[in-house]
């Protein structure tokens, strides 16, 4: 298997995976697909000196096969705040609703107002333990090129790579890479390995079927938006995870709970110990929205100040 450490690791022949530990907040992976004469990108990452430490080391590579094409997983920043660095002639794909979702989320401003910001001796701790590595100097946001709705194939240099969106899961408009010629699949955040999901869709269900499909794709390598690269038995971990709040969330609401006292009282049984545990109080708030859908809305923010009180009250720190 291959190790987890910072850095290009060849997955599979011509199959490069970019790992970036610890895989926690903003601790992003992603990959590069070499064809005859051309290579296709999966992500960039979360600020540009990292995006540009990536692109440096994939130069052994591109500088005879070119990247030619790429794909943003999804629209957290750390997956694609890096991609003015691709060339102008770089066609980026992602899902029409991933698109929707890059115009309408967070910006790198907005992150680092926050970083920067006095929100507290709990948010602001947390805050800057999450998002205070990274340099959100002169990001300008470039949009996908290419919109597909379901799924494309990409011919890159000969070989066949799948682009399917599997959200709504962690968003609403996930995708994979999936390389069926040697059995890799790129997950994206579908995959938190060693770490705790997040869901920022109402999506608990379809992102327990995303799982489903993941598995019938029957990959051998499996490259997660985070944490070490993995196989099928990472999704089943992921999708174990995912079960488990889902059967938590339903005896709360059963129990007439409100979202917040089902994360308070939430046992994460088997997972407690997985980092970033407080996580669970985003996918619960979530799983009720889907579920009640007059749960009040709550602002991104805000949710991060639920999360910094959850695990001050379970972890005695909120950093
Ligand atoms: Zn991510």
Known sequence: MTGYTRGLHEVADRVWAWLLPDGGWGWSNAGLIGGDGESFLVDT????????????????I?????????????ANGDHCFGNQLLGADV?????????HEMRHGSTPERLRSLVEADLGPILSPFLRDCFGPFDFEGIAMRGPDVTFETRVSVDVGGRRVELLRLGPAHTSGDAIAHVPDCGVLFAGDLLFIGRTPIMWADSLDDWIEACDR??????????????????VDGILSARAYLAHVKSEVEKSLHAGHSWREAADRMDLGPFATLPQAERVVVTTYHAYRRARPETPQVESIDL???????KLRRCGTPS
């Not at 005879?64 to 997983?73: E, Q």
């Not at 598995?215 to 690269?229: D, T």
């Not at 991060?304 to 959850?310: L, N, P, Q, T, V």
């Open 304 to 310: 991060f100040g639920s999360m910094a009180e959850w």
């Open 91 to 99: 066609a980026i794909h992602a899902t029409s609703e991933t698109v």
């Open 45 to 60: 990452l979360f600020d540009l000196p990292l995006t540009a430490e990536m692109l440096d080391a994939m130069r052994v």
């Open 214 to 231: 993941m598995i019938r794709l029957e990959p051998e390598i499996v490259v997660p938006g985070h944490g070490p690269v993995s196989d």
């Open 62 to 74: 591109t500088a005879t096969s070119p990247v030619r094409g790429a794909l943003n997983t999804h």
